[in-house]
């Protein structure tokens, strides 16, 4: 009598504490946003994500674009007359405008990039685009024109996730794409990205504010938890997700002193990319992660950065590590013995820094640039100052 009371008290709290224990799949809306002007969504280390360029001409005057399933047609038309011509061939007496046209819309874009206007796709959702045609480039010999132009995704499918209230962000931008479309109206993993948290504050340059997107991974890491991603509506409305509760490790990513920026970092062992900002640190799963990129700014400078070449940080079950981004450290190149000189190959010219990440970019004060070491069996040789890169 006594054991059968044990086995049913048993099953009742083993009743009890599986649904503590296992977690629920987690619905997370997402509703169409406007991209706002002077922001920019950048796949590592610093490509747009969401642009198409073309040009349209007399033989070909228009464009065919599918968004959504929607069949759209893109056209430039005179706009007036300025006057005056410019250098190079370009034609400064035209300004054109762009207008894309789907079965129940037209739309009209302004001369410059500006407010994005609204699209309707299927089943009545919202698409924001922004586009302009931008120059126009004369034949001399035939009269000829070519119009370039530029129509780009202005749409952010955007929500909350966690108990913290994180901000994400899907963003159409199948890059590379069919034919070189950067986005198709869906939002499709492996193809699209996802970018979590906020814009980072940016000075001088043609944005105010910028956010790095990852490329969907199977884990995502936010300030509120790590979760799988088990599935995301192709038209962008929800994003479902698993909470994780394996083994975690931790890394604070270190920036150049004054640099302020967004470091994506990524290790396919671990099936985890994260968004990390310089100085703060991120929760993630256990695994080998390199830099896929990064982009840091101070003032008017920048640093772009890639993990080209570099090794992986291995982060082990409970770890607290740092990874440090120094700053070109050392130039890296090969060279040979031509003529009694030392000839530099340019295309091998790497600035690496001490956790043997790439500096794609360096900004630098032109007049004043750094000092430059040459180290020689040990010994640190002053070159003097030089420009670099």
């Given at each position: 009598?006594?054991?059968?009371?044990?086995?049913?008290?048993?099953?009742?709290?083993?009743?009890?504490?599986?649904?503590?224990?296992?977690?629920?799949?987690?619905?997370?809306?997402?509703?169409?946003?406007?991209?706002?002007?002077?922001?920019?969504?950048?796949?590592?280390?610093?490509?747009?994500?969401?642009?198409?360029?073309?040009?349209?001409?007399?033989?070909?005057?228009?464009?065919?674009?599918?968004?959504?399933?929607?069949?759209?047609?893109?056209?430039?038309?005179?706009?007036?007359?300025?006057?005056?011509?410019?250098?190079?061939?370009?034609?400064?007496?035209?300004?054109?405008?762009?207008?894309?046209?789907?079965?129940?819309?037209?739309?009209?874009?302004?001369?410059?990039?500006?407010?994005?206007?609204?699209?309707?796709?299927?089943?009545?959702?919202?698409?924001?685009?922004?586009?302009?045609?931008?120059?126009?480039?004369?034949?001399?010999?035939?009269?000829?024109?070519?119009?370039?132009?530029?129509?780009?995704?202005?749409?952010?499918?955007?929500?909350?996730?966690?108990?913290?209230?994180?901000?994400?962000?899907?963003?159409?931008?199948?890059?590379?794409?069919?034919?070189?479309?950067?986005?198709?109206?869906?939002?499709?993993?492996?193809?699209?990205?996802?970018?979590?948290?906020?814009?980072?504050?940016?000075?001088?340059?043609?944005?105010?504010?910028?956010?790095?997107?990852?490329?969907?991974?199977?884990?995502?890491?936010?300030?509120?938890?790590?979760?799988?991603?088990?599935?995301?509506?192709?038209?962008?409305?929800?994003?479902?997700?698993?909470?994780?509760?394996?083994?975690?490790?931790?890394?604070?990513?270190?920036?150049?002193?004054?640099?302020?920026?967004?470091?994506?970092?990524?290790?396919?062992?671990?099936?985890?990319?994260?968004?990390?900002?310089?100085?703060?640190?991120?929760?993630?799963?256990?695994?080998?992660?390199?830099?896929?990129?990064?982009?840091?700014?101070?003032?008017?400078?920048?640093?772009?950065?890639?993990?080209?070449?570099?090794?992986?940080l291995k982060l082990e079950v409970g770890a607290?590590?740092?990874?440090?981004?120094?700053?070109?450290?050392?130039?890296?190149?090969?060279?040979?013995?031509?003529?009694?000189?030392?000839?530099?190959?340019?295309?091998?010219?790497?600035?690496?820094?001490?956790?043997?990440?790439?500096?794609?970019?360096?900004?630098?004060?032109?007049?004043?640039?750094?000092?430059?070491?040459?180290?020689?069996?040990?010994?640190?040789?002053?070159l003097g100052k030089m420009a670099f890169g």
């Open positions: 009598m006594s054991y059968v009371k044990r086995t049913v008290l048993l099953g009742l709290v083993m009743a009890v504490a599986a649904p503590l224990w296992a977690a629920e799949p987690i619905k997370v809306p997402l509703v169409p946003t406007a991209i706002p002007d002077k922001v920019d969504y950048l796949l590592p280390p610093f490509a747009s994500v969401n642009m198409q360029l073309f040009s349209l001409s007399e033989e070909h005057p228009t464009k065919t674009l599918v968004l959504g399933g929607v069949e759209c047609t893109v056209r430039a038309e005179v706009l007036a007359k300025i006057e005056g011509g410019a250098k190079g061939g370009r034609d400064g007496k035209l300004s054109y405008k762009l207008i894309i046209k789907t079965p129940t819309q037209e739309l009209t874009f302004p001369e410059s990039r500006g407010k994005p206007l609204e699209l309707t796709l299927d089943k009545g959702r919202k698409y924001f685009l922004t586009g302009y045609a931008y120059h126009c480039i004369t034949d001399a010999a035939d009269k000829s024109s070519v119009v370039g132009c530029q129509i780009q995704s202005a749409t952010a499918q955007t929500g909350k996730i966690g108990k913290t209230e994180t901000p994400i962000a899907l963003i159409d931008s199948n890059f590379p794409g069919p034919n070189g479309y950067c986005f198709d109206g869906f939002y499709t993993p492996g193809e699209d990205n996802i970018a979590i948290g906020l814009p980072e504050s940016i000075e001088g340059f043609r944005f105010n504010r910028y956010h790095l997107v990852q490329p969907f991974s199977k884990y995502i890491s936010t300030p509120g938890g790590i979760f799988e991603i088990q599935k995301v509506a192709r038209d962008g409305s929800e994003l479902t997700v698993l909470p994780y509760a394996g083994a975690t490790a931790n890394v604070e990513v270190s920036a150049p002193q004054k640099y302020s920026g967004q470091i994506v970092l990524t290790s396919s062992d671990a099936g985890l990319n994260a968004t990390v900002k310089a100085g703060e640190s991120a929760s993630v799963i256990p695994g080998s992660y390199t830099v896929m990129g990064a982009v840091l700014s101070e003032s008017n400078s920048l640093l772009i950065i890639s993990g080209e070449g570099m090794p992986p607290k590590q740092k990874l440090v981004l120094s700053g070109p450290k050392a130039l890296e190149f090969q060279a040979g013995w031509v003529g009694g000189k030392v000839n530099i190959k340019p295309e091998t010219l790497k600035m690496k820094g001490q956790a043997g990440e790439t500096y794609e970019q360096v900004d630098y004060d032109q007049k004043n640039p750094p000092e430059v070491y040459l180290t020689v069996d040990g010994k640190m040789v002053l």
